[in-house]
């Protein structure tokens, strides 16, 4: 039955589907996996693989039986809507006739080739969590994997140490600038700040964020240790230290159902197993179900 699937696409498959559900568990055996969900059904003591098995992981030649046709004719004509005629060739074209996992993942990687404006996250997710008083939100991006993480650290941003601090320098800042100098100061030792770093204090452009910062060196609360990098200066930085061993640690509050509602926003299950549809007849050296 091995030779009837594309190994590759069960692999990948059951990678999704562990990241999204770990307390399914993991099936080392591909076939144990396809049985426990239903693309493998057990008949009269044999193993039979159901069409949707075929159609999601099988081999491109089985997937061809089952489906006389081609999975999806991709064409590219790269005009504007408008200006766009019946008689306009396609400037790219390819047939899948693959199985649908293996369609997919085809159709992605055309299209990040061609994207202008890669994926983003609302921007208002990040404005929200500013105006609550959060320290900004972290985003990783693994494009080659094609996922990312974002982090929402329920932590004031301006904390009883630095509204103290804020007291001894004797200095009267703008609210941005005060922002940009309490991320600064809560970098650990040797990390600077970057102008995207600032541009998550809700600053809607890079040069907002250039704008702030260059404030804050004319008034020497900053350094600057490239074109984009920032930090603080060590005598200041030496001086916080001291006023924050003088504050009680802060407990930040519970995060708000708002919160929680936007969360929603950037999150999603992956599909789960499917019913194994069954077919009339056909592929009886693949072993599917009759």
């Not at 996996?33 to 044999?46: A, C, Q, S, Y």
């Not at 159901?50 to 064409?75: E, H, K, M, N, S």
């Not at 996922?147 to 929402?152: D, T, Y």
Request: hydrophobic share 40%.
């Amino acid at each position: 039955m091995d030779r009837c699937f594309d190994l590759a696409t069960v692999d990948w498959y059951q990678v999704q589907f562990a990241r999204r559900s770990p307390e399914h568990g993991q099936h080392a055996d591909p076939i144990g996996f396809l049985l426990n969900w239903n693309f493998v059904v057990e008949r009269t003591g044999e193993m039979l693989l159901t069409r949707a098995g075929v159609l999601l992981y099988g081999a491109d030649r089985y997937v061809r039986q089952i489906l006389p046709r081609p999975v999806f004719d991709y064409q590219r004509i790269d005009v504007p809507f408008d200006q766009w005629s019946v008689e306009q060739r396609w400037h790219d074209r390819y047939v899948f006739e693959e199985n649908i996992f293996k369609t997919w993942q085809g159709l992605v990687a055309r299209y990040m080739r061609i994207a202008e404006h890669p994926f983003s996250l609302d921007r208002a997710i990040f404005r929200n969590w500013h105006d609550l008083g959060r320290v900004p939100t972290q985003l990783r991006n693994n494009k080659a994997r094609k996922e990312f993480e974002l982090k929402l650290l329920n932590s004031p941003l301006i904390t009883e140490a630095i509204q103290r601090f804020h007291q001894t320098i004797e200095v009267n800042l703008a609210r941005d600038q005060a922002e940009v100098l309490a991320l600064a100061l809560g970098q650990q030792d040797g990390d600077r700040v970057s102008l995207t770093d600032i541009r998550g204090l809700g600053m809607s452009t890079t040069l907002q964020a250039k704008r702030v910062a260059e404030g804050l060196i004319r008034q020497q609360l900053l350094e600057p240790v490239s074109e984009t990098l920032f930090e603080v200066p060590e005598a200041l930085r030496r001086r916080f230290t001291q006023v924050s061993k003088q504050v009680t640690p802060h407990v930040a509050p519970q995060v708000t159902p708002q919160v929680l509602a936007l969360l929603e926003k950037v999150s999603g299950d992956m599909p789960r197993g499917m019913s194994g549809l069954q077919i009339p007849s056909g592929l009886k050296s693949c072993g599917v179900e009759v």
